[in-house]
């Protein structure tokens, strides 16, 4: 059964009204983002090969059908966030597909509550990335090769995954021309990102820092020039680089981006590193941040976050819980 958000011409009705072209169908799928759509047809995917030796329909499906997957996925014991995103699949699909509002998902969801309510009694919760705040940050720089070009390219991806508080998606997409020196530090484009639907694109100003190992302007300008002795002036700005510490085509991928970061948590010897992702770098910056005593609006600005985003309130109530912790201060 078809995963794409909008059917195949050949699925629906003849009649003109009802016809799009290949051009306008790639459009609308290339508007949903890259990491949407591989998550979304993988969920896709799994809940087809579930329900065929189960003897149940996939399209439409009832909600019925849809309840016992999810309770399929609770004995597996997924993660919440996981079933959620399948149920949101499932009707994706379905509502491309010319079935809006099915499957119904009350029952379902009834039972991914249950289900989060049995992992709460047994003691398991959803795990978060650690925030790379600057201790974690300048082992990690410490941990790679500055006289090799992977050490020179995964301090950029550090300093800037953490100056520009960025997603993993936005720095692989980065390219050389996105990046201007200025006299007081650096201005990154970000051509697009997972809020802005309507890619009208953010400017962010990331100023000088005060060491050299951490300090963006040096640390993207030594890449910046590595990448010109091999006569690359443009074009992606992360690139690939193969074992043997040799440029390849093509830019780093998120999921690259992702484990680079796992594998220099690893190599600087933090605690927990497995548990280190390029997520990590995004909470860092804003955990600094707070602790500065950077208001919260400029703080979600410079994030590309709302103002009212209870994510970026989430980093900010972390310090807070520290710094204005109700039992300081009070002589015990």
């Not at 059964?1 to 009802?18: C, F, K, Q």
């Not at 009694?121 to 795990?127: I, L, N, Y």
């Not at 190992?213 to 010109?228: E, G, H, K």
Request: hydrophobic share 40%; with cysteine; charged share 25%.
């Amino acid at each position: 059964m078809s995963s794409e958000l909008v059917p195949a011409a050949e699925n629906l009705p003849a009649h003109p009204d009802n016809q799009i072209s290949d051009s306008t169908r790639d459009r609308i799928e290339q508007s949903v983002p890259e990491n949407t759509r591989a998550a979304y047809a993988h969920q896709w995917k799994a809940f087809a090969a579930w329900c065929s030796p189960a003897g149940r329909t996939v399209l439409p499906a009832t909600a019925e059908t849809l309840a016992e997957y999810v309770g399929h996925l609770a004995d597996l014991d997924r993660a919440p966030s996981t079933i959620e995103q399948g149920i949101a699949a499932i009707r994706t699909v379905h509502r491309h597909n010319g079935h809006p509002g099915l499957p119904d998902t009350s029952a379902a969801l009834a039972v991914l509550k249950a289900h989060r309510q049995d992992r709460a009694a047994a003691g398991k919760r959803k795990r978060k990335a650690p925030p790379i705040t600057l201790d974690p940050l300048r082992a990690m720089i410490d941990a790679t090769a500055p006289s090799t070009l992977a050490g020179l390219r995964d301090r950029v991806l550090l300093v800037l995954g953490f100056a520009m508080m960025g997603r993993r998606s936005e720095l692989a997409a980065l390219d050389i021309a996105d990046v201007t020196f200025t006299e007081d530090g650096l201005v990154v484009l970000i051509r697009k990102s997972k809020t802005d639907k309507d890619a009208v694109g953010a400017e962010v100003t990331i100023p000088r820092g005060s060491h050299p190992d951490t300090d963006p302007v040096r640390v993207l300008r030594a890449w910046l020039d590595a990448l010109a002795e091999h006569g690359l002036v443009d074009g992606p700005l992360l690139r690939r680089i193969n074992r043997w510490g040799r440029l390849q085509d093509g830019r780093m991928s998120g999921a690259a981006v992702n484990e680079r970061v796992r594998c220099l948590a690893r190599a600087a010897g933090l605690p927990r590193a497995d548990t280190f992702t390029a997520h990590g770098l995004r909470a860092g910056g804003p955990t600094e941040a707070a602790k500065a005593g950077t208001p919260v609006a400029f703080i979600a600005e410079h994030g590309r976050w709302s103002p009212m985003s209870p994510q970026v309130h989430e980093y900010v109530r972390a310090v807070d819980r520290w710094r204005d912790n109700p039992m300081r201060g009070i002589g015990l």
